[in-house]
Structure formats: C-alpha cells, structure tokens
C-alpha cells in the first residue's frame, strides 16, 4: 500500500491564482482531513470528510474548497491565494469502526509546501 | 473551544536523560494521540489512549491519558539522538457537532545530544 499520498511536493503562487493540492488514500479509509501546519501554531484543521459526497469545515475553511465524490480522493482547492496561505499542508485518512478500540488515529501524507508571493 | 497545551515548547537534553512531555486542556477527549514529527515529513502516529488512566508502554516511551480523559503525558527513557523530531499531542473533539477530527496541541520540539 502506497499509504497517503500527496502531489505537488512543494509548490509557488502569486497572490490571486488558483490551485488544487492533490491528496489519495489506498486504505479505504471513510474519514480524510485537511490541515495546515504553520510556525508555533501546530496543525490546524481546514476541512474534513467522514465519507464520499459529505464534507464540513474545521477551524480555518476560509479561502479553500473541497469535495469528496470518491473514498479514494479528497482535493483542496485554492480559490484565491494570498500570503497567508502560505503554509505546508497536510492530508490524512482514518478508519472508521469501532472508534472505542483505537481512537481516530490519522495516518498523513507527506505534505505540500505551498509559497504565495 | 478546546485546546490542547503542550509543555515543555522545547526541550534540549543530552543522551541518556529522562524527560517527560505534556498535553492539558480543560475539554474532556474520547481519546487522545501522540505523534512524531521529524523535518519535512508528516506526523507518524505513536500510540494511542482511548481509557481514563491508561497507560501504554512503547519500548522506552510511556504514555499515560489522565483518569479524568483531560491530559495525557509522554516520557521517555534513557533518550537517544534518534528520539529527535517534533512530537504532537491530539484529541479527538467535535466541529459543527460532528465528531471525525483531531484537535493538535502546538507541538514539543526535542533534541537529544549525543
């Protein structure tokens, strides 16, 4: 199993292009989450998706879109970017199930270097 | 909200010393995880505590989730160089009243000097 996994590795923008980071899972994982991981701030949630065709925000969805049409796949989307996204980001799967044996343990990505100038 | 403080932010020790890392809130967490986080990588789950008072053993690391499911700690043994890296602590909470994500404490950089 190729775990998660994430394109591009590091990517530049300037300020107003759009872009979609790429994120796959090959665990059949029901759960995919979108963080963002900046300097002293530790990672913080952008969106999330327990399942194929439902999503909901997490702390910080202001300036990014997703969408989840397969168990596989869960892409996030730039609308605009600005400085302040720039950031690594970070996708994760987890399993569903009996939550009670083993928590809601996130398997991530190796992350994406975004840079808006 | 809930949060998660981690402390010590950093810590600097040499090989072969004891330390040990905390995660607090005021939030109750239906479970709690650890990871380890070394440069340019993701996090990579350690362990993870699903039951006030547990405690896991993970060769030289111990962790423990308080009985009241508030904090947890992490410490380790005899450290080693390799034990380095950034480790995170997170609960699972609740945005837009679903459950299905994790809350991160800020993270504890450690070095170990050999």
């Known amino acids: 199993n190729a775990g998660v996994t994430q394109t591009p590795k590091f990517q530049v923008l300037k300020t107003g292009q759009s872009m979609t980071l790429q994120c796959a899972q090959d665990?059949?994982?029901?759960?995919m989450s979108w963080y963002r991981q900046d300097p002293g701030m530790g990672l913080r949630l952008i969106h999330y998706?327990?399942?194929?065709?439902?999503?909901d925000q997490g702390e910080v969805p202001n300036g990014y879109n997703v969408s989840r049409s397969t168990t596989e796949d869960f892409p996030l989307r730039l609308l605009s970017a600005a400085p302040s996204q720039t950031s690594v980001y970070f996708c994760?799967?987890?399993?569903?199930?009996?939550?009670?044996?083993?928590?809601?343990?996130?398997?991530f990505g190796p992350g994406t270097r975004l840079t808006v100038t | 909200t809930q949060l998660l403080e981690q402390s010590p932010q950093f810590l600097s020790i040499q090989e072969g010393e004891n330390l040990t890392v905390y995660c607090n809130s005021s939030s109750v967490f239906s479970s709690l995880q650890w990871y380890r986080q070394e440069p340019g990588e993701g996090p990579v789950l350690l362990v993870t505590v699903v039951t006030g008072g547990e405690v896991k053993k993970l060769k030289r690391l111990t962790f423990q989730f308080g009985d009241a499911r508030k904090d947890s700690s992490l410490h380790i043994t005899a450290a080693q160089p390799g034990d380095t890296g950034l480790y995170l602590c997170a609960g699972e909470g609740q945005y837009g009243g679903s459950q299905g994500n994790l809350i991160f404490g800020k993270g504890t950089k450690l070095s170990v000097k050999p």
């Open positions: 665990m059949n994982h029901e759960y």
């Open positions: 994760a799967s987890s399993r569903s199930g009996d939550r009670g044996l083993w928590g809601l343990e996130q398997y």
């Open positions: 998706s327990v399942g194929a065709g439902i999503t």
